[in-house]
């Protein structure tokens, strides 16, 4: 091997699925020279993330904090934080990341139980219902937007179900937080995790996660500090998390006014998700999803335009990604290369059945504004013409400006 | 809350037992631009990065790679994989760190067995020996540096003798990992884990791990590919390890030829471990060694100078952290709030029988240099002697920089 010169990666327009380019002030923000762990300065930037990300969540909930992984890290967490084995588990499966959580429970040790619509549909309020009498379950554990498919499961009506039934409702808003609607306390959640590399515009690394009191009282009833740190008096539930490091308690006692050492805060992330929850507060929330919407319409027009048949329920669509039939006889593989290799731009394919049949196209975080849109339906257009598909000239560019127009 | 700035961290030496400050370069990294998962500069960039820290862990092992979490993500990662529940694992504590490895292993389910001696000390191969011997364990789990009291344990014999009782060897070196001898296959360790924020001069949040063939046997012995992207023929073992996050299995094939999705890799901290990674080994490992040797040896003679008493078997220190006892009739932290408030200098206090009884004082990474050392000292004996303790005027620049003197 040479040996390395200074990362220095090449320019790229990420419009794929996720993860996308960070917004710059984020980047920024991860340059920033790190400080102690209990530095005052720390402490009160942790106190201030917690509080940037309630309003991201839209949440009273003192229990909002960061888990320091990927967003599966936070999904973990969640899960073996509130879910104590032989525990019922409701899965409803529209997507890779339905099989995810279900996975999840099931290395929990939970008693799981899964419903499934195809690919690209979402469920009826009604099959959730049927479902949670049927199961009874602890725990409905249901994303919110599966990446895999870009459908959108509408969550509103769901709180007040689990309510009814004495059940925890537990979403993955990894794909959809920041360009979707997300209501955590006027939907009724219990508890809800994220990641920065979606429409927050950040890196993936740090899990924001938010819980009920409901949450925390089944968390605190299984409390254990740990030993070396733990101090007489301390609880040592029996029925302790099966993991140290995704102990939502213990987790939540760092956070806390206690600040008992746990792990040792990942300060770079902590700076990076802290400007995400920022950029998008000083935009405002709803302006945030409105731009979503705006530019996931517009590149929605733009692949019509380009002659492109979408796949799935366009009505239940993440605002920030649609999926595209690749067109017959287009090399799906090859043409993704050329988009990155000629033009810097990056487009996704998906996972298991939709692998190598779709492609998918996101519009969000930074990248939800006109000139990425615009860049990447002419560079699509001219790639999809010298793989041989017909292709209206210009027939991209001009859908998605006329949604622009219509709009301004 | 008054709606908050960009982050701006107020000017910190960080002279405790870390975090400590980031070297320049890395924090230089942390903001570079995103690339998307599969783009071949973010995989090619993977694949360097084991490299490096091949190079960093002194091992040929193929298996090196990065954990996206904290050092104790790490822990848990080769703790959760290596041990099945009831396998016996032995750990001789000797201070903090030994206490989390026994918790760790406790929650994998594991039996655990512990040894301890005073804190302050390191195990002769003797007692690991009969310990090993009574216990026949199948992973012996010992911290190289226990950060908590600074003792360095020596492990260059205790890896034949876990190779001649069919033992695992698994070490935690995120206290001395980069600035103390480390050799993984000529010490014949099976597993080691670490973190960035100590002497590799990053910011916690990514764990560099490393597994011998033997390690990677058992771990694949426990494989199964995740619901959701799992094809025909793959591996369904039902001792599966439980966790998703944690099954090394899935990650070294993230990691490997095969590419197979798990998590998202965190890029921005990838970047920073690999600057991390890079700028040692610009250096020369050997050479950062020495420098590390060279101002914890000036720092120890700085305490000295200024009077104070040093903890623990000094012949077993880490070279790149030292405890002092905080003297008679001096407020500890008050000291430290002053050392803070006044000079910008972060020192640390410690753990549970040693917390209010002693100071623990870094030279590490980036700040294992001549001006920092200096600084402290000079700032350390204003504060001391603020606070009534009997100081020699200059005593700890003084005692330094005869160090120095006879190093050049």
Same mark, same amino acid.
């Given at each position: 091997m040479t040996f390395p010169a200074p990362i220095d990666p090449p320019a790229?327009?990420? +419009?794929?699925?996720?993860?996308?380019?960070a917004y710059p002030s984020v980047l920024r923000a991860m340059s920033a020279p790190l400080v102690g762990q209990y530095d005052p300065f720390m402490t009160a930037t942790m106190t201030e993330t917690q509080e940037l990300y309630r309003q991201v969540w839209a949440t009273d909930n003192d229990a909002t904090v960061l888990v320091d992984g990927t967003s599966r890290a936070g999904i973990e967490a969640a899960m073996i934080s509130l879910v104590r084995p032989g525990d019922r588990v409701l899965v409803p499966i529209f997507g890779r990341f339905g099989h995810l959580l279900a996975e999840i429970a099931e290395r929990?040790?939970?008693?799981?139980?899964?419903?499934?619509?195809?690919?690209?549909?979402?469920?009826?309020?009604?099959?959730?219902?049927?479902?949670?009498?049927?199961?009874?379950?602890? =725990?409905?554990?249901l994303v919110q937007g599966d990446t895999s498919t870009t459908m959108l499961q509408p969550l509103d009506e769901i709180g007040e179900l689990c309510r009814a039934n004495g059940v925890l409702f537990y979403t993955d808003a990894t794909a959809s937080l920041g360009g979707n609607a997300f209501e955590m306390d006027a939907w009724g959640l219990d508890a809800a995790t994220a990641g920065l590399q979606k429409c927050l515009g950040g890196p993936s690394g740090s899990a924001p996660i938010s819980l009920s009191d409901a949450a925390v009282e089944v968390i605190r009833s299984r409390t254990r500090i740990e030993a070396g740190i733990r101090e007489a008096?301390?609880?040592?539930?029996?029925?302790?998390?099966r993991s140290n490091y995704f102990d939502l308690g +213990?987790?939540?006692?760092?956070?806390g006014p206690r600040r008992l050492n746990h792990h040792t805060?990942?300060?770079? +992330?902590?700076?990076?998700?802290?400007?995400?929850?920022?950029? =998008?507060l000083l935009e405002g929330r709803d302006a945030v999803?409105?731009?979503?919407?705006?530019?996931?319409?517009?590149?929605?027009?733009?692949?019509?335009? =380009?002659?492109?048949?979408?796949?799935?329920?366009v009505a239940h669509k993440m605002s920030n990604v649609v999926a595209v039939e690749i067109p017959e006889g287009v090399p799906g593989d090859a043409a993704r290369s050329a988009m990155l290799d000629d033009f810097g731009i990056e487009i996704g394919t998906s996972f298991g059945p939709l692998h190598g049949r779709v492609?998918?196209?996101?519009?969000?975080?930074?990248?939800?504004?006109?000139?990425?849109?615009l860049q990447t339906l002419a560079s699509l257009e001219t790639v999809l013409r010298r793989f041989g598909a017909p292709v209206p000239a210009g027939g991209g560019v001009e859908a998605a400006n006329d949604v622009y127009r219509a709009a301004s």
């Open positions: 790229r327009l990420l +419009m794929g699925p996720g993860p996308i380019s929990a040790m939970a008693e799981v139980h899964t419903i499934e619509v195809p690919w690209g549909e979402v469920f009826p309020v009604s099959a959730v219902r049927d479902a949670i009498e049927r199961v009874k379950p602890h =725990l409905l554990a008096g301390d609880p040592t539930a029996s029925d302790f998390v +213990m987790i939540l006692d760092y956070w805060e990942a300060t770079t +992330m902590l700076y990076g998700a802290r400007e995400c929850a920022r950029v =998008l999803i409105d731009r979503h919407r705006l530019h996931g319409e517009a590149m929605l027009a733009g692949v019509r335009g =380009l002659g492109l048949t979408v796949f799935g329920d492609w998918r196209i996101g519009t969000m975080g930074y990248n939800a504004r006109t000139d990425a849109v």
